[in-house]
Nanobody, 128 residues
Framework: QVQLVESGGGSVQAGGSLRLSCAASGYTSSRNCMAWFRQAPGKEREGVGIITTGGTRPLYADSVKGRFIISLDNAKNTVYLQMNSLKPEDTAMYYC?????????????????????WGQGTQVTVSS
Protein backbone atom coordinates (compact mmCIF):
# COMPACT_ATOMS: atom_id res chain seq x y z
CA GLN A 1 0.00 0.00 0.00
CA VAL A 2 1.42 3.35 -1.08
CA GLN A 3 1.28 6.20 1.39
CA LEU A 4 1.88 9.87 0.56
CA VAL A 5 2.61 12.51 3.18
CA GLU A 6 2.69 16.19 2.21
CA SER A 7 4.32 18.97 4.17
CA GLY A 8 5.49 22.54 3.73
CA GLY A 9 2.30 24.52 3.31
CA GLY A 10 1.67 27.81 5.03
CA SER A 11 0.83 31.47 4.59
CA VAL A 12 2.87 33.87 2.52
CA GLN A 13 2.49 37.27 0.94
CA ALA A 14 2.12 37.68 -2.79
CA GLY A 15 5.47 37.43 -4.52
CA GLY A 16 6.84 35.08 -1.90
CA SER A 17 7.91 31.44 -2.12
CA LEU A 18 7.08 28.12 -0.51
CA ARG A 19 8.35 24.59 -1.01
CA LEU A 20 6.06 21.62 -0.60
CA SER A 21 7.26 18.06 -0.06
CA CYS A 22 5.55 14.76 -0.69
CA ALA A 23 7.20 11.69 0.81
CA ALA A 24 6.07 8.40 -0.68
CA SER A 25 6.41 4.95 0.84
CA GLY A 26 5.32 1.48 -0.19
CA TYR A 27 6.18 1.66 -3.89
CA THR A 28 6.86 -1.69 -5.55
CA SER A 29 7.92 -0.10 -8.84
CA SER A 30 10.68 2.37 -9.68
CA ARG A 31 8.51 4.08 -12.32
CA ASN A 32 5.55 5.87 -10.83
CA CYS A 33 3.66 8.92 -11.95
CA MET A 34 3.55 11.54 -9.20
CA ALA A 35 1.55 14.73 -9.31
CA TRP A 36 0.68 17.91 -7.55
CA PHE A 37 -2.95 18.99 -7.75
CA ARG A 38 -4.69 21.81 -5.96
CA GLN A 39 -8.24 22.63 -4.96
CA ALA A 40 -9.54 26.05 -4.03
CA PRO A 41 -12.85 26.43 -2.16
CA GLY A 42 -15.77 25.90 -4.50
CA LYS A 43 -13.56 24.78 -7.38
CA GLU A 44 -12.58 21.50 -8.96
CA ARG A 45 -9.26 19.87 -8.15
CA GLU A 46 -6.83 20.90 -10.88
CA GLY A 47 -3.44 19.64 -11.95
CA VAL A 48 -0.38 21.72 -11.20
CA GLY A 49 2.45 19.50 -12.37
CA ILE A 50 3.49 15.90 -12.89
CA ILE A 51 6.69 13.87 -12.99
CA THR A 52 7.69 10.21 -13.28
CA THR A 53 10.01 8.81 -10.63
CA GLY A 54 13.34 7.82 -12.11
CA GLY A 55 12.61 9.41 -15.48
CA THR A 56 10.77 12.04 -17.53
CA ARG A 57 10.95 15.75 -17.25
CA PRO A 58 8.06 17.43 -15.45
CA LEU A 59 4.98 18.87 -17.12
CA TYR A 60 3.22 21.94 -15.75
CA ALA A 61 -0.14 23.60 -15.98
CA ASP A 62 -0.03 26.86 -17.94
CA SER A 63 -1.09 28.80 -14.84
CA VAL A 64 2.14 27.91 -13.01
CA LYS A 65 4.71 27.60 -15.81
CA GLY A 66 7.78 29.67 -15.12
CA ARG A 67 6.89 30.04 -11.43
CA PHE A 68 6.66 26.49 -10.04
CA ILE A 69 9.31 23.80 -10.25
CA ILE A 70 8.87 20.09 -9.56
CA SER A 71 11.88 18.04 -8.55
CA LEU A 72 12.54 14.54 -7.31
CA ASP A 73 14.81 12.90 -4.78
CA ASN A 74 14.61 9.32 -6.04
CA ALA A 75 16.63 7.97 -3.14
CA LYS A 76 14.07 9.36 -0.70
CA ASN A 77 11.01 8.78 -2.91
CA THR A 78 10.15 12.40 -2.33
CA VAL A 79 8.77 14.91 -4.80
CA TYR A 80 9.05 18.63 -4.20
CA LEU A 81 7.06 21.59 -5.48
CA GLN A 82 9.00 24.84 -5.34
CA MET A 83 6.52 27.68 -5.70
CA ASN A 84 7.88 31.12 -6.55
CA SER A 85 6.24 34.45 -7.35
CA LEU A 86 3.12 33.29 -5.57
CA LYS A 87 -0.19 34.97 -6.33
CA PRO A 88 -3.41 35.14 -4.30
CA GLU A 89 -5.04 32.89 -6.91
CA ASP A 90 -2.55 30.15 -5.94
CA THR A 91 -4.36 29.86 -2.60
CA ALA A 92 -5.65 26.29 -2.31
CA MET A 93 -5.24 22.94 -0.64
CA TYR A 94 -2.38 21.20 -2.43
CA TYR A 95 -2.49 17.43 -2.85
CA CYS A 96 0.13 14.93 -3.90
CA UNK A 97 -1.13 12.06 -6.04
CA UNK A 98 0.50 8.90 -7.34
CA UNK A 99 -0.14 6.03 -9.69
CA UNK A 100 2.20 3.08 -9.43
CA UNK A 101 4.08 1.43 -12.28
CA UNK A 102 3.07 4.13 -14.73
CA UNK A 103 4.86 6.76 -16.79
CA UNK A 104 3.20 10.14 -16.71
CA UNK A 105 1.67 11.42 -19.90
CA UNK A 106 0.01 14.78 -20.47
CA UNK A 107 -3.35 13.18 -19.68
CA UNK A 108 -2.22 12.73 -16.10
CA UNK A 109 -2.00 16.51 -15.72
CA UNK A 110 -5.70 16.96 -16.27
CA UNK A 111 -7.29 13.73 -15.01
CA UNK A 112 -7.31 13.33 -11.26
CA UNK A 113 -9.22 10.07 -11.62
CA UNK A 114 -6.10 8.36 -13.01
CA UNK A 115 -4.45 8.43 -9.60
CA UNK A 116 -5.09 5.73 -7.04
CA UNK A 117 -3.22 7.27 -4.12
CA TRP A 118 -3.55 10.73 -2.57
CA GLY A 119 -2.01 12.48 0.38
CA GLN A 120 -3.97 14.34 3.01
CA GLY A 121 -3.21 17.76 1.52
CA THR A 122 -1.40 20.84 2.74
CA GLN A 123 -2.88 24.33 2.76
CA VAL A 124 -1.24 27.21 0.91
CA THR A 125 -2.57 30.71 1.51
CA VAL A 126 -1.25 33.72 -0.41
CA SER A 127 -2.29 37.16 0.74
CA SER A 128 -2.20 40.30 -1.37
Amino acid sequence: QVQLVESGGGSVQAGGSLRLSCAASGYTSSRNCMAWFRQAPGKEREGVGIITTGGTRPLYADSVKGRFIISLDNAKNTVYLQMNSLKPEDTAMYYCGARENTYCSSTFLVSRNLYNYWGQGTQVTVSS
